[in-house]
């Protein structure tokens, strides 16, 4: 549910308030581009990781990172579609 919740802030974004000579006059949606980076990185680690970092063994690394790509692209999708 959190990932779902992150997904969403990362693409459509938070409602905020627009205002105009004090007034509310709507809502604008801001999306969150440092949480989409996060995303990206957890996601995409060989391409987004940080350059700066501790070398993982092939031990340390998940057997199932298929398996993890396809559920976040499939809470995408989702998420996406409505």
Known sequence: ??????????????????????????????PSDRLLIFLLQARLPEIYRERLRNQQTDAARPENIEDLAAQFDARIDRLLAG
């Open 1 to 30: 549910m959190l990932e779902d919740e992150a997904i969403r802030r990362a693409s459509v974004g938070q409602e905020k308030p627009v205002y105009y000579q004090g007034r509310q006059i709507g809502t604008t949606h801001d």
